[in-house]
């Protein structure tokens, strides 16, 4: 039969502008989480986390921003350059799992030159 | 640091003979990760070692996967036999601790014909 495969989420956008990547977590208890690039080929890289105690956290182009009312993570990069095009993953961790990475199913960020 | 290495980055082998992907985590850090990833199922962790101590294997889909680390700098992931459905690229990841980022190697993709 037919096999059907993980249809990702995909964000196209222009060069320049700002990306916003969105996930939703599922463990009302996780109170760590971790955004994720991965490029084609390559092992998943850190980008920035966020603990529970934090709503907003911002690095060097990106920011990411916690709801725990809805459960909801978004990852928002500025000036968004086709470097930057790759799956984007958020992994919610938490204390009573011994904090074991729990992995949405990603989001592809295209961008165009 | 080099990082988490892990290898052969490549592995293709016939249906029914055994598998051993290997990893070295990055010194200094006291947990390590394999996952697996396929389009159909994401990102799934198959065991967690924590100092050396496997913690969580219930993702091992079954008997035929074996992990161990017999010491800090050094853990295997084996399969025997291997099956077709095995097919997947595997990533070591490790980390300084409980609550802190986990780093991920390249990758071992694994095809078995």
């Known amino acids: 039969g037919e096999s059907v495969g993980l249809h990702l989420p995909t964000l196209s956008v222009q060069e320049g502008d700002n990306s916003i990547i969105n996930c939703a977590y599922s463990?009302?208890?996780?109170?760590?989480f971790i955004w994720y690039k991965q490029e084609s080929g390559k092992g998943p890289q850190f980008i920035i986390d966020?603990?529970?105690?934090?709503d907003k956290r911002q690095g060097q182009r990106v920011t990411v921003l916690l709801n725990k009312t809805v459960k909801h993570l978004s990852l928002q990069i500025a000036a968004t350059q086709p470097g930057d095009s790759a799956v984007y993953f958020c992994?919610?961790?938490?204390?009573?799992?011994?904090?074991?990475?729990?992995f949405g199913r990603g989001t592809s960020l295209i961008v165009h030159p | 640091d080099a990082g988490v290495i892990q290898s052969p980055r490549h592995e293709v082998t016939e249906m029914g003979q055994e598998v051993t992907l290997r990893c070295k985590p990055i010194?200094?850090?006291?947990?390590l990760f394999w996952y697996r990833q396929t389009m159909m199922r994401g990102l799934e962790l198959l065991i967690y070692f924590n100092n050396n101590v496997p913690i969580d294997d219930s993702g091992m889909p079954e008997d035929r996967f074996s992990a161990k680390m017999p010491n800090a700098s050094f853990s295997t992931l084996k399969i025997q036999p291997s099956e077709p459905r095995d097919s997947a690229v595997y990533f070591c990841?490790?980390?300084?601790?409980?609550?802190?980022?986990?780093?991920f190697g390249q990758g071992t993709r694994l095809t078995v014909v």
């Open positions: 966020i603990r529970s105690n934090m």
């Open positions: 010194s200094g850090h006291n947990s």
């Open positions: 992994a919610e961790n938490m204390m009573g799992g011994s904090y074991i990475p729990t």
């Open positions: 990841a490790s980390r300084r601790g409980e609550g802190t980022e986990a780093f």
């Open positions: 463990n009302s208890a996780s109170d760590y």
